[in-house]
């Protein structure tokens, strides 16, 4: 007869579930409320506790404990007892061991316990088949606890994944082997993007392919990227003895897939409707063999708006086959990695409108102006952001001159960057009007109000003359340049900083400084010498030292590449240093030497033209270049004659002996010469027609007193001449 507690701690006890009356009872009680999906050994476990939760089916069950029939009476448990020869708890796991490697471990693991012993591990039994099953072979989830477990850490990570294959793979890990064997993920292709109607035919693509690998001495573990989760041709999976399937398919308006995919449910392979989806999705091989019975889901993929794929879900025949319920649980990590796919998309496409933007906002490429040599780089703040309001150019003027700019707009968002393309635009604009330093960033700060009154802006512009050897800077709340001097001295330019651009109201400084052959301008922005981790004139210190080093590794006669200086100094940013974006500007001056320049000043009459075809044969006969003096002489004379029957002033007449012959008109008219076709009775307007025809390249650029108009011969004696 079974007693019933009568005390308020007996009614207690009898309240709670009823628990195997096993000395174990406690330990396998947590380890079923904490499973660890997908490892054999625990599933095995799992069975194993619900065959116990059944109830005793042998004397030997009976000698641990029976469990009362009736839900009135409280387990009672064992004493606790030692192992023969193990020395532990039953039931304690070992250091390092496995979870639930106590629960299923084979028979030799206690080698001193006899084949009659009652607490010696024993195989559990197939609950239809009754035979005992294979170690390590996966077991389908019998309980919907074990189901809700199961979705909530596969949602888990398939959720982790932010791109495409992420998303994918993850549901590929999460399902192969706890849910399935095998899984095939089709997707469109291609992928459609928010809003976007697709046009054409719906096309499924094979994505991805992932299967159990059974683990045989010396394989690879499955749990390994290089074990079940990579990715498998046809052909292995052929060989796996896996449905082989078509990497493409197209969808038949009114197909039977079609009609699987619109009902978005998942459904067993062996409905009427899957059994002719199925065909059609893997392809129409005749060789082709899929798992008899329900050991195969499709699970249709619908993202926000539409159908986006297909999974294949698919169990080997010596697995139990899929239950009822198992269709929600593919229903369930179908929905999820559709709409992380879904918006995986979004986010590619965003990403790539924003790389676009940042792309088109700074230079493709950069000139090579006469005398100067030119690097840059630009780092964005972290993947995340892949936009901001860092950028630099550099501007090719008159006379052979280059406009050297670098800004900052503040954030790095669409916006910001959207703005830095105005103020870069507005910068290019302004120096093709050849106006001061100051000037150019005067006009810059009324832009920037115009745009808005919290649009902040800080800019450094120089103008750099290779003639002179001369430099221009100024400032609008910028980090100072750098100077590196060809015999390794790193100098800090003592520029006044002004106030940024948008302030409104201020005025601008600008400085002439010497630039001499062989020195190195560095301009940049504060997010590299400026983080969390250092202020500003810190890093600037930094950098003057990194600066002095690198060249010291050169020689005092040679200074750095400048590719590589870059590097370098990119390199002395720490892994918490990326705080903000990097705009990097580097120039090196090489200038242009006094003995290759030829410069006169014309008075604006008739004789003008002869007297400069005089003086450009004289400049070329100098230069060991008599084979260019006859067009040379023909395009100067044009060229003169056009400035002198405008100009009320002296025009101005220079040659420049670089890689090329360089050539320029300056007069006080500010009206630009355009190309245009004369006529058989005109008896003008066929001076530009042979500039064009002769020349490398001409062009004429307006200033603020007048315009230069210049053009370009190659000749065979500069290291630059073209091919």
């Not at 697709?198 to 299967?211: C, E, F, I, N, S």
């Not at 539409?306 to 086959?321: Q, S, W």
């Not at 179908?334 to 709409?339: D, E, Q, R, V, Y």
């Not at 960033?441 to 002179?468: F, I, K, N």
Request: aromatic share 4%.
């Amino acid at each position: 007869m079974t007693e019933h507690p009568t005390s308020h701690e007996g009614r207690r006890q009898a309240a709670r579930p009823a628990a195997p009356a096993d000395p174990r009872g406690a330990l396998r009680r947590a380890s079923d409320a904490f499973p660890a999906q997908g490892r054999p050994g625990v599933n095995a476990s799992a069975e194993d506790a619900d065959a116990a939760r059944r109830g005793p089916t042998s004397g030997a069950s009976a000698q641990r404990g029976a469990e009362p029939e009736h839900s009135g009476a409280a387990p009672v448990p064992e004493p606790p007892r030692r192992e023969s020869g193990a020395g532990g708890v039953p039931g304690r796991r070992k250091p390092g061991s496995a979870s639930g490697a106590a629960d299923s471990a084979p028979e030799h693991a206690l080698s001193d316990a006899g084949p009659d012993d009652p607490h010696r591990p024993r195989p559990v039994p197939d609950r239809r088949s009754g035979q005992p099953r294979p170690a390590g072979t996966p077991v389908a989830m019998r309980r919907d606890g074990d189901r809700l477990r199961f979705v909530g850490a596969a949602t888990r990570r398939i959720a982790r994944g932010i791109d495409l294959d992420e998303i994918v793979m993850g549901l590929c890990r999460a399902s192969v082997p706890t849910f399935s064997d095998v899984i095939l993920v089709y997707l469109r292709d291609p992928l459609p993007v928010g809003d976007e109607r697709p046009t054409g035919p719906v096309v499924l693509r094979l994505r991805r392919t992932d299967r159990l690998r059974l683990i045989e001495e010396g394989a690879e573990d499955p749990d390994t990227d290089g074990g079940g989760g990579g990715l498998l041709t046809m052909a292995a999976i052929a060989a796996q003895g896996d449905p082989v399937t078509a990497e493409l398919c197209e969808v038949r308006t009114g197909g039977a897939l079609a009609e699987v995919l619109r009902g978005v449910r998942p459904v067993f392979a062996d409905s009427p409707a899957a059994l002719a989806a199925l065909p059609e999705l893997l392809g129409d091989d005749p060789d082709l063999a899929l798992p008899t019975g329900q050991r195969a889901i499709l699970a249709p993929l619908r993202g926000r708006r539409r159908v986006i794929g297909a999974a294949v879900f698919l169990r080997r025949p010596e697995r139990h086959a899929f239950e009822n319920d198992d269709l929600l649980v593919a229903g369930q990590l179908a929905t999820h990695s559709a709409l992380g796919i879904d918006k995986a998309v979004l986010y590619g496409r965003e990403a790539y409108i924003a790389d676009e933007l940042q792309r088109t906002m700074l230079p493709e490429t950069l000139p090579r102006p006469t005398g100067v040599r030119l690097a840059s780089r630009y780092l964005p703040a972290a993947e995340t952001a892949r936009v901001g309001g860092d950028w630099y150019d550099a501007i090719p003027l008159p006379g052979s001159r280059v406009a050297l700019v670098v800004g900052d707009v503040m954030g790095h968002s669409m916006t910001s960057a959207a703005i830095m393309g105005q103020l870069r635009t507005t910068a290019q604009t302004l120096a093709g009007l050849d106006l001061p330093p100051q000037e150019v960033l005067h006009h810059l700060d009324e832009q920037a109000q115009r745009l808005g009154s919290d649009r902040m802006a800080t800019c450094l512009y120089a103008v750099y003359d290779p003639v002179s050897h001369r430099i221009t800077i100024a400032n609008a709340g910028h980090p100072p340049p750098v100077l590196l001097h060809l015999g390794g001295r790193a100098e800090v330019l003592r520029v006044p900083p002004g106030a940024p651009i948008g302030v409104g109201g201020v005025d601008f400084e600008a400085v002439e400084l010497d630039a001499p052959a062989g020195a190195t301008l560095l301009l940049y922005t504060d997010g590299l010498v400026e983080s969390r981790l250092r202020d500003v004139w810190t890093g600037i210190e930094q950098l003057r030292e990194r600066l002095a080093a690198t060249a010291q590794l050169t020689g005092p006669d040679h200074p750095p590449p400048l590719e590589a200086l870059c590097d370098e100094v990119l390199d002395m940013l720490g892994p918490g240093d990326r705080d903000d974006d990097i705009a990097l500007l580097a120039a090196r001056f090489d200038g242009i030497a006094p003995s290759d320049v030829a410069y006169w000043l014309l008075e604006p009459e008739d004789a003008a033209p002869g007297r400069a075809r005089r003086l450009a044969r004289s400049a070329l006969a100098r230069w060991g270049l008599e084979e260019l003096t006859d067009s040379v002489e023909l395009l100067v004379s044009e060229v003169v004659t056009n400035a002198v029957r405008y100009a009320s002033r002296p025009v101005t007449l220079r040659l420049l002996r670089t890689d090329v012959l360089r050539c320029e008109v300056g007069d006080d008219v500010p009206q630009l010469p355009r190309l245009r076709q004369a006529r058989a009775t005109d008896e003008g307007g066929r001076g530009l027609y042979l500039v064009n025809r002769l020349a490398r390249r001409w062009g004429a650029t307006r200033l603020s007193t007048g315009k230069v108009v210049w053009f370009e011969v190659p000749h065979g004696n500069g290291a630059g001449s073209p091919a």
